[in-house]
């Protein structure tokens, strides 16, 4: 019987990390309260001297009392009102959004656990999903000096999170290594497959407990990234009429050459139909130029997803929810239902021509990523996760044992020896064999690239 991620434990227990860098290193490990974290965390614990979880607080879970490592997690009260507890115990509140929720935590594990360890000679590594941690270190290390020269690094798993450590480090100087696994071949071409599909099964069961079905229905894919792509090849093979939009021209003609139906801009007539909304682009995706076409086309419901690993995709609109803006003129909310996981908004709409038309906005999830929202869910299950995870440690590892690595930007596959593609092939041949898949099949994915590969690699360098 296979252990849950046993390509990481042979790894871990094939370490031939001196026993000095063992103890001298603290893990701060940001990631997604989900199983397979808290599986990452054990293994890591079995390796350094202190692993300090932070649990992303997208659903209501909470890390178990583990003795191989210490969580700092929180659960949403209320809209923007998040209790927050080290451990089990209650630490205190926060008002605010998800990201700055996210960054108290941060704050509070550094100070009570990290630079007290920190003083007395050890060393801080930071394996990371969201690149949510720059700005707290910058601020802590204005008050506690001794951070300075001893974070050997960062270790980051997302697209989003490498492309903020990148635009920081550009502009102000990069204060400590950035190795980012985001745009690995493993990352974009194998687990891509399972992210969208789990996107695509768990939008269709909140579109069941809705009474309606994904299929039959006008979608709209906004993004054609690495997930907006694999979820568009899903989409293609089922009875949906979906149209693929992205702000990037280069991007919508690599959909356009793949044979997908694509729109170069946002206009009423896209939504003469009820339509399903999903947003795949770890920034702010629904514009007020989408909103209005909505209200201005002859559709009645519209129903809006996240795909993304972020809480940005709906952002102005839920702003105006929270009349933190104003709605567009003439648009009235008259009613707001909870049901199953999504948010049913009602509004009255007096459009251009002085009509006036009733409009359903169904909020899925509540704008997070709907593979991460139920509390019971399983976005990637242990063995899928294992790979990415191994990537994620094998430059944890590097980065111990070369504490003088050079300050910049550093991509798996892209950046030579130990993160080389070869290195990558030899890796997933291991993983499928470990794991009884096919070789064939895995393969086959691994060498299906994006058309924009080398683009996406370094698009937010643009």
Known sequence: MLTAMCFLEEMAQQAALPQSIREQTIILHINHCVENSYSFNRVLGSLFRKVIFIGIPYNQHRPPEDPAFLSYSAAEEEARRYLLYRGSERAGGYQGDLRGCVREMIRAAMEKEVIPLLEEDCR????????????????????YPVLQGRVLGVVEQTNYGTARGFQIGETEGYAYPLMSVSRSEIKM?????????RVVEELSLYLYSLNTFLDFHRVLLVGYGVIGRRVAQILKQRFTEFTVYDTAPW?????????????????PALFDKDTILIAITGNASFSEEMLAAFLEGSAEQLYLISGSSQEVEFSGLLSMLRKERPFPAGLKLTGHQVCDGADRYTFRYTGTDGEET????????????????????????????????SEILLM???????????KKLYLFGKDGEPFDDKREEEMLRKWLGLYGLSEEAGMRAFQDSHPMEEQLRGAWKR
């Open 396 to 406: 944890a590892f590097w980065l111990c044992e070369h504490p003088d690595t050079e």
């Open 189 to 197: 071409n194998v687990e891509s497959v399972f992210i969208a599909q």
């Open 124 to 143: 801080l590594l930071i394996l990371e999903d969201g690149g949510y941690h720059y700005e707290v270190i910058r601020e802590l290390t204005e008050t």
């Open 251 to 267: 991007i919508r003609h690599a959909a356009l050459e793949e044979g997908f139906h694509v729109c170069e801009e946002i206009r």
């Open 358 to 389: 009733v409009k359903e906005i169904c909020l899925i999830a509540k704008g997070r990523p709907v593979n991460f929202y139920r509390q019971e869910v399983i976005s990637l299950t242990d063995c899928m996760i294992d790979i990415v995870f």
